[in-house]
């Protein structure tokens, strides 16, 4: 594609994010189920302006998220499908969090975020995105709900990248509403798990645990990594959590993990690595790390970045396990020094 026209596609993004946030927030998805329906039809169901609904639906048929079977009338088209929220593989509610008006006002200021290095997020709301998710349970429970969707394939990827049957206790740091650990335990039925994240945070996970016949094999346990994280697990597992924070805070949940942990304990730090030399075929880490720089003051970081911070926790990395799929997740081992 010629460079003009890539950079323009790049510049309408925002465009597109637009398109599809508002077809999630509509709930076309739904409506239209396995079904075509006439535009004027869709109007009727969505309380929308028919004209303008025509419009959105053909800009969403230029995206292939629907198909336009004849003039005016539409069914879902393969990347359409995963906005259903009937489906084990939706992505509705991640779709319907990263295009939420309230968390879009921190992207007006990126410009501001790259001069100054610091998260415009917190500078517009006085505090932390996850103590901001801590007082509105409902976007809360949308994270939650958006993390378990973008975590299920990348969560059923690890226990076939490492095997998690040597150890008798898994705790999951910072583990959400519990999926990676039903994962974990699902492969390893003589281990016991740990899911350990903020009040909000495992507001979802007895039912996730449940759902996946590994309750009886787990603890659901409250608190703040920052101050204390339960003891006696042979393994922690941290994942997508330190490029949520800058390299002290990430300093400090590493030493709690360190405290906490037995002699002969390991800790496995799974996340997004960055190659030395950007990689032009995986966009998706170097975007991540902007959304990281806005909203978190985190950043995703390179491998050699990760071990600087486990050596000044007191870890040192003994192993990086890629994942099995063409993702840039890899699986960080680092033993207590
Ligand atoms: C990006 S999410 C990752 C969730 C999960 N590990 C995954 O990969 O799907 C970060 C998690 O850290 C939790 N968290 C944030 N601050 C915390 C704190 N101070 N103490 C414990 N958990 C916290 C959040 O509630 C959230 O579940």
């Not at 998220?65 to 593989?89: Q, Y």
């Not at 001069?115 to 995105?129: E, S």
């Not at 645990?209 to 787990?218: E, I, K, M, N, S």
């Amino acid at each position: 594609m010629a460079a003009h026209q890539r950079l323009m596609n790049m510049m309408f993004g925002t465009i597109c994010s637009q398109v599809v946030g508002t077809a999630a927030r509509l709930g076309l998805a739904d409506h239209l189920g396995d079904n075509e329906l006439d535009h004027r039809e869709l109007a009727e169901l969505t309380d929308t302006h028919p004209g303008a609904l025509a419009r959105l639906l053909r800009a969403l048929a230029a995206l292939e998220i629907v198909i336009e079977t004849h003039p005016g009338t539409f069914r879902l088209g393969a990347a359409g499908l995963p906005l259903r929220t009937d489906r084990p593989d939706s992505q509705a509610a991640a779709v319907l969090l990263f295009t939420d008006p309230a968390l879009l006002d921190s992207w007006k200021l990126t410009e501001e975020a790259v001069r100054t290095g610091q998260p415009t997020f917190a500078g517009l709301y006085g505090t932390d995105f996850f103590s901001f998710l801590a007082t509105k349970p409902e976007l809360s429970e949308r994270f939650n709900a958006t993390m378990r969707q973008v975590s299920l394939p990348i969560a059923q990827l690890i226990p076939v990248s490492y095997d998690f049957t040597r150890y008798h206790t898994v705790i999951d740091i910072g583990g959400g509403d519990g999926t990676l650990l039903a994962q974990i335990l699902h492969g390893a039925r003589a281990s016991h798990g740990v899911v350990f994240d903020s009040p909000t945070g495992v507001a979802e996970a007895s039912a996730t645990l449940t759902a996946a016949g590994v309750a009886d094999r787990c603890r659901i346990t409250a608190g703040d990594f920052f101050s204390a994280v339960p003891q006696g697990g042979d393994l922690y597992v941290l994942k997508n959590i330190l490029h949520d924070w800058d390299d002290e805070r990430c300093v400090t949940i590493l030493e709690q993990c360190h405290k906490a942990m037995p002699a002969g304990g390991r800790l496995l730090i799974v996340e997004s690595v960055l190659p030395d030399a950007v990689d032009t075929a995986n966009p998706a880490p170097y975007l991540t790390d902007i959304s990281m720089l806005v909203n978190m003051g985190g950043q995703e970081r390179t491998r050699n970045e990760y071990e600087t911070l486990c050596r000044r926790a007191g870890f040192e990395v003994t192993a990086v396990h890629p994942t099995v799929l063409p993702t840039s997740y890899s699986l960080i081992e680092a033993t207590p020094v």
